[in-house]
């Protein structure tokens, strides 16, 4: 007597071999190679060489950059040429401008931004999408076009020479209202601010515990380009404020003045400038890592 066994078709999964790659949806997960990585690290290389070679030039005098072939390790002068920076032009109170500027921005941009956000993504009102539009349609005015108006409103109100002429201008930015637009209208379920609704909950609380927390990452991404924006702004302080009282950027053009440029001073001061980017990309990195692996999550 002969006996057939039969496996059942839902077991065929658990002893089929794991086969090398998986798929998700019609893509293939494979593992990177090797020359993936080593594409990846030589990217990142030659992305950080610049930084690298101001450090470089920031470390010796002037006349070393003249050798051939040039110097390609660190020099002894880094902390002298740093005093020297400091002891040129009032570099300090550039640095606390900055910072006073670009801190200032970076929160109004945010707050009222996601604050738009909210209103045009999830808010019904009159009017919204043309507003929306309008908005959007500044994004294609090049700046340079409003500095003579905007120059003169700030001497009519008596504010150039002060850093509330290079504040004022940037507290709402058209580019930060789009973006938590798009981002508030993703990740906001409608659903739930009408349970907030349900609760009892008013916009402005809706806002503040449902709304908030939500945007964390977007707002993340949102602060550390605006502040990069503000920081690295040129024209508009070189425009509005006195030589006695400049931003970073102004001071660093002052640095590079002068019949023969200092190389090893202007660098050195770049790496000043370029600190407090790196400390602010440090400390939102998390959040903005975080929102995307959320999204990966997600998706």
Same mark, same amino acid.
């Given at each position: 007597?002969?006996?057939?066994?039969?496996?059942?078709?839902?077991?065929?999964?658990?002893?089929?071999?794991?086969?090398?790659?998986?798929?998700?949806?019609?893509?293939?997960?494979?593992?990177?190679?090797?020359?993936?990585?080593?594409?990846?690290?030589?990217?990142?290389?030659?992305?950080?060489?610049?930084?690298?070679?101001?450090?470089?030039?920031?470390?010796?005098?002037?006349?070393?950059?003249?050798?051939?072939?040039?110097?390609?390790?660190?020099?002894?002068?880094?902390?002298?040429?740093?005093?020297?920076?400091?002891?040129?032009?009032?570099?300090?109170?550039?640095?606390?401008?900055?910072?006073?500027?670009?801190?200032?921005?970076?929160?109004?941009?945010?707050?009222?931004?996601?604050?738009?956000?909210?209103?045009?993504?999830?808010?019904?009102?009159?009017?919204?999408? $043309?507003?929306? +539009?309008?908005?959007?349609? !500044?994004? @294609?005015?090049?700046?340079?076009?409003?500095?003579? =108006? %905007?120059?003169? #409103?700030?001497?009519?109100?008596?504010?150039?020479?002060?850093?509330?002429?290079?504040?004022?201008?940037?507290?709402?930015?058209?580019?930060?209202?789009?973006?938590?637009?798009?981002?508030?209208?993703?990740?906001?379920?409608?659903?739930?601010?009408?349970?907030?609704?349900?609760?009892?909950?008013?916009?402005?609380?809706?806002?503040?515990?449902?709304?908030?927390?939500?945007?964390?990452? $977007?707002?993340? +991404?949102?602060?550390?380009? !605006?502040? @990069?924006?503000?920081?690295?702004?040129?024209?508009? =302080? %070189?425009?509005? #404020?006195?030589?006695?009282?400049?931003?970073?950027?102004?001071?660093?053009?002052?640095?590079?003045?002068?019949?023969?440029?200092?190389?090893?001073?202007?660098?050195?001061?770049?790496?000043?400038?370029?600190?407090?980017?790196?400390?602010?990309?440090?400390?939102?990195?998390?959040?903005?890592?975080?929102?995307?692996?959320?999204?990966?999550?997600?998706?």
């Amino acid at each position: 007597m002969t006996v057939t066994m039969t496996r059942p078709k839902g077991d065929a999964a658990a002893v089929a071999p794991t086969p090398p790659s998986r798929r998700y949806k019609g893509f293939v997960e494979r593992r990177p190679g090797k020359l993936t990585y080593l594409a990846l690290t030589g990217l990142a290389l030659f992305s950080a060489f610049p930084l690298y070679w101001s450090f470089v030039v920031g470390s010796h005098d002037n006349g070393v950059l003249g050798e051939v072939p040039p110097p390609l390790g660190l020099g002894p002068n880094l902390f002298a040429n740093v005093e020297r920076a400091f002891g040129t032009i009032d570099f300090a109170k550039a640095l606390a401008n900055s910072f006073m500027v670009s801190g200032a921005i970076t929160i109004s941009v945010v707050l009222f931004s996601t604050l738009a956000g909210f209103a045009f993504a999830k808010l019904a009102f009159r009017g919204r999408n $043309a507003l929306l +539009v309008m908005v959007i349609a !500044t994004m @294609m005015v090049p700046t340079q076009l409003g500095i003579i =108006p %905007l120059y003169m #409103l700030m001497a009519k109100i008596e504010w150039t020479g002060t850093m509330y002429a290079v504040v004022a201008p940037g507290l709402v930015s058209a580019f930060g209202v789009f973006f938590m637009t798009q981002y508030l209208g993703e990740a906001v379920p409608t659903e739930l601010i009408e349970a907030a609704r349900a609760d009892g909950c008013t916009t402005l609380r809706i806002f503040w515990h449902v709304v908030l927390p939500v945007s964390k990452p $977007a707002a993340a +991404v949102l602060g550390m380009l !605006t502040f @990069m924006t503000a920081w690295n702004d040129f024209f508009w =302080p %070189l425009v509005v #404020l006195t030589p006695e009282d400049p931003t970073v950027q102004v001071a660093l053009s002052a640095l590079a003045s002068g019949y023969i440029t200092d190389f090893s001073l202007s660098l050195t001061g770049t790496i000043i400038a370029t600190v407090p980017l790196l400390v602010v990309f440090v400390a939102l990195g998390k959040h903005i890592i975080g929102g995307i692996m959320q999204g990966a999550i997600k998706g």
